[in-house]
């Protein structure tokens, strides 16, 4: 090439060199080819109680959270996202309705939680369940601690496994947002095909990320089988034994590793519950 012709092909704006942007569904936020809405309930579901999820901001940037399948899977007045690490009335208005309400339940393993089948079946719950992982989850409840206070614990238990194969869940018997919501509206109503229904879209959502490449994780008790947990999510806690504190430990310190840093350290807590 010349010199003059060089000269030239320089005044040439620069072309940049432009990927195609990928399609993204609108209701569910993942790229069309791995959208799972056409396998969410049609007609949503109307149940007879309500589920508040109460999540942690980084859940929410997920991509992979299960939590929006809930949101979906049923009518919009009966799930409600309560995102942020204070439950103020401010950013919730009726935060404070729901947690003095006789009727409410959270969803949380302590000695004095009893098991959902064991709730009388003809009430509306407020089922609230906490979104995050495990250790993100055990901040938001202990730093709640007395809002919770006087709110039924509950647990699920099921014979079921989980079926989120590829996020692994450190038991066994731990299950996804997605599966204790569905489950426990399941026990609560006696429809199992409440949490067939609600589910379908994670079946989906595995497959999918199976056929991309993704490995199916057993749960970390399966991959160490002694491994125990003083918190067990949602799932039934086995026995008493006292965790093993170096495992305890190692676990902790993985988590944390997970957790990004605080990006909502500002976050408004004028109104916290807590205050
Ligand atoms: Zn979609």
Redesign the pocket.
């Known amino acids: 090439m010349d010199d003059e012709m060089f000269d030239s092909l320089k005044h040439l704006p620069e072309v940049q060199e432009q990927k195609p942007k990928r399609k993204v569904?609108?209701?569910?936020?993942?790229p069309?080819s791995v959208?799972?809405?056409?396998f969410l309930p049609d007609p949503r579901l109307e149940t007879k109680s309500t589920v508040y999820v109460w999540q942690h901001p980084y859940e929410q940037k997920r991509p992979l959270s299960t939590t929006p399948m809930l949101k979906e899977g049923l009518g919009p007045s009966k799930c409600h996202i309560w995102i942020g690490r204070h439950l103020s009335e401010g950013k919730f208005p009726k935060v404070r309705e729901i947690l003095e309400s006789p009727n409410t339940i959270l969803l949380w393993p302590s000695p004095d939680s009893i098991d959902v089948s064991e709730l009388d079946k003809d009430v509306p719950y407020n089922i609230i369940l906490i979104d995050g992982t495990w250790f993100q989850a055990r901040s938001l409840y202990k730093s709640h601690e007395d809002c919770f206070r006087n709110i039924r614990k509950v647990q699920v238990s099921s014979d079921k496994l989980s079926k989120y194969l590829i996020r692994t869940q450190p038991s066994d018997n731990c299950f996804s947002t997605l599966e204790t919501g569905a489950l426990t509206l399941s026990i609560l109503q006696n429809e199992p095909k409440i949490y067939e229904e609600l589910t379908r879209p994670l079946d989906a959502l595995c497959q999918f990320q199976i056929d991309h490449g993704a490995t199916k994780h057993d749960s970390k008790q399966s991959q160490e089988n002694l491994y125990e947990l003083p918190y067990e999510g949602y799932g039934r806690r086995k026995g008493s034994g006292k965790p093993k504190w170096l495992r305890l430990l190692k676990e902790t310190a993985s988590l944390k590793l997970k957790d990004q840093p605080d990006a909502d350290e500002n976050e408004d807590k004028s109104d916290d519950l807590t205050n």
């Not at 569904?25 to 993942?30: I, L, N, P, S, T």
């Not at 959208?35 to 056409?38: P, R």
């Open positions: 569904c609108d209701r569910c936020k993942r069309t959208c799972w809405c056409s």
